[in-house]
């Protein structure tokens, strides 16, 4: 009888409490939890005022875009609560140009659903918001910033490749992207987040170097972290495969088609029609990328986030994954042998089973393969 009343208790609450909000579109949000909790306020500028919090509980806030019924609501972002009034801001309006706010929340990284070993122990992280480029760095916009960066003493080791000025950047590695990233931040006049020494004060500019200083608190663009890219590749769902649910198709992404039984030793949760590239992508001429932007958004309003190409993240290659803490992993120090860093996302060769969410691959630093590119995050 105390369960019926409390899960009555929370579908009151939620069919009351949905507040909605207009940006690029219109949002319904509604909060369920482990106890009864209500909306007090939903400001100007996204924050979502919670009261009647259990201090130690997790909340989730859940979205939806129309109000057919209200049977299609999906997770957006998980709250812990910290008082029994909490103040979370959950989208914002006038973002960076080209960015959206990942809000701050807690999520879980990694799944059992396919048996890789190092997507395991499936672990609860808090991750701060940051800003996220919604589309991959494009060929012209690696290009802008590269022209700038080249004439105000930066060194690159690879000038960068792109089918289109569309299509994402490739054949940039790791160091490419670190530097480039500081370069954007100087051109739009914001701090650095990379040095190469332990003050803070030399700006990473030149060369490869594996002793990489981040000042995270700068307000400049970096790459993310693993934690990062994995909690806004979600979108806000949790314990599934890919940003938008459990099986792919080339309707949602680019990558190479091995579905079963086509392919004898294919994935069943692969849905494409056929063994192979994609034939929208494929013209002859590689890499087989498609523009920025081309598929859908996951809920987050992020593009890519399965599928086009690999994403360079800042975290050194670790298994199991990250540090001794579950607040804003930044993955394991510089040791000697390790360098190899983290890619995430899958790409255009890469099977199914790549653009997993939970997936994790490496790549040497210095290697600008023509399937990897990258995105960038700010701070708040």
Do not use: H
């Given at each position: 009888m105390k369960r019926k009343l409390r899960s009555l208790l929370i579908m009151l609450v939620l069919g009351t409490g949905a507040y909605h909000a207009v940006a690029q579109e219109t949002r319904f949000f509604r909060v369920s939890?482990?106890?009864?909790?209500?909306?007090?306020?939903?400001?100007?500028?996204?924050?979502?005022?919670?009261?009647?919090?259990?201090p130690g509980a997790t909340y989730t806030v859940q979205t939806?875009?129309?109000?057919?019924?209200?049977?299609?609501?999906?997770?957006?972002?998980?709250?812990?609560?910290?008082?029994s009034v909490n103040t979370n801001q959950i989208i914002a309006f006038n973002p960076p140009p080209g960015m959206a706010l990942i809000p701050a929340g807690s999520f879980t990284m990694g799944d059992t659903l396919d048996r890789e070993s190092d997507a395991v122990p499936v672990t609860?992280?808090?991750?701060?918001?940051?800003?996220?480029?919604?589309?991959?760095?494009?060929?012209?916009?690696?290009?802008?910033?590269?022209?700038?960066?080249?004439?105000?003493?930066?060194?690159?080791?690879?000038v960068g490749a792109g089918k289109a000025a569309n299509h994402?950047?490739?054949?940039?590695?790791?160091?490419?992207?670190?530097?480039?990233?500081?370069?954007?931040?100087?051109?739009?006049?914001?701090?650095?987040?990379?040095?190469?020494?332990?003050?803070?004060?030399?700006?990473?500019?030149?060369?490869?170097?594996?002793?990489?200083?981040?000042?995270w608190m700068a307000n400049g663009y970096r790459l993310p972290t693993e934690a990062e890219w994995e909690k806004a590749a979600r979108g806000g769902l949790s314990g599934q495969r890919f940003p938008w649910g459990f099986t792919i198709s080339w309707s949602q992404a680019n990558y190479y088609g091995e579905s079963y039984p086509l392919d004898g030793d294919?994935?069943?949760?692969?849905?494409?029609?056929?063994?192979?590239?994609?034939?929208?992508?494929?013209?002859?001429?590689?890499?087989?990328?498609?523009?920025?932007?081309?598929?859908?958004?996951?809920?987050?309003?992020?593009?890519?986030?399965?599928?086009?190409v690999f994403e360079h993240c800042w975290d050194l290659y670790g298994t199991p994954y990250g540090q001794p803490t579950t607040t804003n992993p930044t993955g394991p120090g510089i040791a000697p042998g390790q360098t190899y860093r983290v890619i995430r996302g899958?790409?255009?060769?890469g099977n199914a089973s790549y653009a997993r969410c939970a997936d994790r691959n490496n790549n040497a630093p210095d290697a600008n393969n023509s399937a990897v590119g990258f995105r960038c995050v700010r701070g708040q």
């Open positions: 939890g482990p106890t009864a909790t209500t909306i007090t306020a939903f400001r100007s500028d996204g924050t979502l005022v919670l009261s009647n919090t259990q939806v875009s129309t109000l057919p019924g209200g049977t299609n609501w999906v997770d957006y972002v998980q709250i812990p609560a910290t008082n609860n992280l808090y991750i701060s918001a940051v800003y996220m480029d919604v589309n991959l760095v494009s060929y012209s916009q690696w290009q802008s910033v590269y022209n700038w960066a080249t004439n105000q003493g930066y060194g690159f080791d690879n994402p950047v490739q054949s940039v590695d790791w160091y490419d992207c670190v530097k480039w990233s500081n370069a954007r931040s100087q051109q739009a006049r914001l701090t650095p987040v990379y040095y190469t020494d332990a003050g803070l004060t030399q700006v990473y500019t030149n060369g490869d170097t594996d002793m990489v200083y981040p000042k294919g994935f069943s949760y692969d849905l494409a029609a056929a063994i192979g590239y994609d034939p929208a992508f494929n013209d002859g001429v590689y890499p087989y990328t498609s523009p920025v932007g081309y598929f859908e958004p996951n809920d987050y309003g992020l593009y890519d986030m399965a599928g086009n899958g790409a255009l060769d």
